[in-house]
């Protein structure tokens, strides 16, 4: 078994988690047992989520998106109580890493789906505050097309049909990533000259926006964009402590 308190130190240090101007807390959100054999991640602490775990009898879960947020009400309503009475009952505990987990350089999410793509270089994109959350990718010689470089963040992102504009260049040497609610970054890689910028979700505007300022805009999904940086801290956690963990798919169609 493996000591929460050593767990939520590793991820904190490996995440710099404290160091973001986030919109949530990061790190442990509701404590458990203090030690851990079974880790059940996913990319939002919900109660399908928290329900799931319960039955693998999990000592731990992990999510991108955990309970509690800026917008989170000073009252606990009846939903939140119905998560919190199963984590509590099970004793489970709950950590949760958001913007850390977007943006970190090898088990982010933006990372991740660069390389998952085929991009054969990275560099920070999207700053927010003093970080950057997303990544920019860049292609080999030639670059690749819009179907191609769809098929690739496709099987990347839970092979969920990307929402694609193709209003850049025939051939795609370089594409900026932020995941999830990223789309406000569109701007950014105009002005920076990417040939295409891969998201979560859409907003209306960007239809217009990537066609006019000349560049490939894809849509993966808010959650199929962000399944891969929480997935892979679990295996990180599971490898180093020697606990068991599984991921555990809430599919979403947003």
């Known amino acids: 078994m493996a000591d929460l308190e050593a767990i939520v130190n590793f991820c904190d240090e490996l995440l710099d988690a404290q160091s973001f101007d986030d919109y949530c807390p990061n790190g442990l959100q509701v404590p458990g047992r203090e030690e851990v054999s079974t880790i059940v991640s996913g990319v939002s602490a919900s109660l399908d989520l928290i329900e799931r775990a319960a039955e693998l009898n999990a000592d731990l879960i992990l999510a991108h998106h955990g309970l509690i947020w800026g917008r989170t009400p000073s009252v606990i309503d009846r939903a939140a109580r119905r998560r919190l009475e199963l984590l509590f009952n099970n004793n489970c505990s709950l950590l949760a890493y958001h913007l850390p987990l977007d943006g970190h350089s090898e088990i982010g999410n933006n990372a991740l789906i660069a390389a998952a793509i085929g991009c054969q270089r990275q560099q920070p994109f999207g700053q927010l505050g ?13 670059g690749i097309s819009i179907g191609e470089l769809t098929a690739r963040t496709a099987a990347a992102c839970s092979d969920r049909e990307p929402l694609v504009f193709d209003g850049g260049p025939e051939r795609i040497k370089n594409v900026a990533i932020v995941s999830g609610a990223g789309c406000s970054y569109l701007d950014d890689a105009i002005k920076a000259g990417f040939d295409a910028f891969i998201t979560g979700e859409p907003a209306e505007r960007v239809m217009n926006e990537s066609r006019e300022g000349g560049i490939h805009f894809i849509a993966a999904g808010h959650y199929a964009t962000e399944t891969l940086g929480v997935r892979r801290l679990g295996d990180l956690i599971a490898e180093r402590f020697g606990a068991s963990h599984q991921f555990i798919d809430v599919a979403n169609p947003i």
């Open 130 to 142: 003093h970080q950057t959350i997303g990544a920019a990718g860049y292609f080999s010689d030639g």
